[in-house]
């Protein structure tokens, strides 16, 4: 008896650890998933006095919310003690915020913000033309590209960052991500706000060569499965004193990620040619999001030297340069 109780205590235990699990899952999912892919903007006018309800109620109309997940976000009010610091205002939001970051902006209370999506894997210049491009669009702004690029070599202002590495190009440091810029934003504040973005989502303990190398990673592996193992193979090539051989360092300088390799681009004296210079480019070719930083820290040893992306963009590996060539042979020719 006192065995078939003990059986049955344990099981309903146990039962409840899982559900918990499950609900807490469930839970984080809720908060940190957008709603849905697309970046169009809605405006969202909450009223002054309105209620907790008539504001979610809001935000499901307008499609920021899945009606499903109304149990989890009044619970995270709760939890947080948020629920009165919502505030009355016209918000233009995109559709692509998860509800974090929707509950974040409903907190200020102040005229629109610009929300600009910077993907992973740019470089600065091509930053530099999204935000010009979205900044532009409100006569408040006072954004300028070229002002933008001479800031990211000013020594000076590069010092004022907080930053723990010496560096003179802050390539690599504009973190890829979702921001809310205010329509006042000057040139100076969206470079602050990237990089203060980096050091919270990304920290300060990596070194300018983790980096480089995690920018490499960023252009040279597609998914979250082949990057720490092509990360690997990198740090083994520079740790035997091997050329990397990274198609994407070519394409830096000639600033075009399509650009057709050829064997002139393989023979140039350009400092990111990895084919011909033993070691890591100068600098950054990109600016790498959180998961290519990762692979790097957390990259994966193999027996593999060699790597080659086919024309599905799926990578096939070689421990041999006879491996290697027969990979080419059957995949790319």
Same mark, same amino acid.
């Given at each position: 008896?006192?065995?078939?109780?003990?059986?049955?205590?344990?099981?309903?235990?146990?039962?409840?650890?899982?559900?918990?699990?499950?609900?807490?899952?469930?839970?984080?999912?809720?908060?940190?998933?957008?709603?849905?892919?697309?970046?169009?903007?809605?405006?969202?006018?909450?009223?002054?006095?309105?209620?907790?309800?008539?504001?979610?109620?809001?935000?499901?109309?307008?499609?920021?919310?899945?009606?499903?997940?109304?149990?989890?976000?009044?619970?995270?009010?709760?939890?947080?003690?948020?629920?009165?610091?919502?505030?009355?205002?016209?918000?233009?939001?995109?559709?692509?915020?998860?509800?974090?970051?929707?509950?974040?902006?409903?907190?200020?209370?102040?005229?629109?913000?610009?929300?600009?999506?910077?993907?992973?894997?740019?470089?600065?210049?091509?930053?530099?033309?999204?935000?010009?491009?979205?900044?532009?669009?409100?006569?408040?702004?006072?954004?300028?590209?070229?002002?933008?690029?001479?800031?990211?070599?000013?020594?000076?202002?590069?010092?004022?960052?907080?930053?723990?590495?010496?560096?003179?190009?802050?390539?690599?440091?504009?973190?890829?991500?979702?921001?809310?810029? &205010? %329509?006042?934003?000057?040139?100076? @504040?969206? +470079?602050?706000?990237?990089? #203060?973005?980096? $050091? =919270?989502?990304?920290?300060?303990?990596?070194?300018?060569?983790?980096?480089?190398?995690?920018?490499?990673?960023?252009?040279?592996?597609?998914?979250?499965?082949?990057?720490?193992?092509?990360?690997?193979?990198?740090?083994?090539?520079?740790?035997?004193?091997?050329?990397?051989?990274?198609?994407?360092?070519?394409?830096?300088?000639?600033?075009?990620?399509?650009?057709?390799?050829?064997?002139?681009?393989?023979?140039?004296?350009?400092?990111?040619?990895?084919?011909?210079?033993?070691?890591?480019?100068?600098? &950054? %070719?990109?600016?790498?999001?959180? @998961?290519? +930083?990762?692979?790097?820290? #957390?990259?994966? $040893? =193999?027996?593999?030297?060699?790597?080659?992306?086919?024309?599905?963009?799926?990578?096939?590996?070689?421990?041999?340069?006879?491996?290697?060539?027969?990979?080419?042979?059957?995949?790319?020719?």
């Amino acid at each position: 008896m006192i065995k078939s109780i003990i059986k049955i205590f344990f099981f309903a235990l146990i039962t409840v650890i899982v559900a918990t699990v499950i609900i807490k899952l469930d839970y984080d999912k809720a908060l940190k998933t957008p709603n849905s892919d697309s970046q169009e903007k809605v405006i969202v006018q909450i009223d002054q006095g309105a209620t907790v309800e008539q504001i979610l109620t809001k935000l499901v109309d307008q499609g920021l919310i899945q009606e499903k997940w109304l149990t989890y976000v009044k619970f995270y009010l709760r939890q947080k003690d948020l629920a009165s610091k919502l505030q009355a205002g016209t918000y233009e939001l995109p559709k692509n915020l998860s509800i974090k970051e929707i509950i974040e902006s409903l907190q200020s209370g102040k005229n629109p913000d610009i929300w600009v999506t910077i993907p992973e894997g740019l470089r600065k210049d091509e930053i530099a033309d999204i935000l010009n491009r979205e900044l532009s669009k409100t006569e408040t702004t006072d954004f300028s590209k070229d002002e933008f690029l001479r800031l990211t070599t000013d020594k000076t202002f590069i010092k004022t960052l907080g930053l723990t590495v010496d560096i003179s190009d802050l390539e690599g440091f504009l973190f890829p991500d979702k921001y809310a810029f &205010p %329509i006042t934003t000057k040139t100076r @504040e969206t +470079i602050v706000k990237m990089v #203060n973005n980096f $050091k =919270t989502k990304v920290g300060t303990g990596d070194t300018y060569d983790q980096i480089i190398l995690s920018s490499i990673i960023e252009r040279e592996g597609y998914t979250n499965q082949d990057r720490p193992i092509i990360a690997g193979i990198f740090i083994k090539r520079l740790n035997e004193g091997w050329l990397l051989q990274a198609c994407a360092t070519l394409l830096y300088p000639i600033k075009d990620w399509k650009h057709e390799i050829t064997n002139a681009d393989k023979q140039s004296n350009s400092p990111y040619n990895t084919y011909k210079k033993i070691g890591l480019p100068p600098t &950054p %070719i990109c600016n790498p999001g959180l @998961e290519s +930083i990762n692979a790097v820290r #957390n990259y994966v $040893k =193999t027996d593999y030297y060699y790597y080659i992306h086919d024309d599905n963009a799926i990578v096939h590996y070689g421990r041999t340069l006879d491996e290697h060539n027969a990979n080419i042979n059957q995949y790319l020719r």
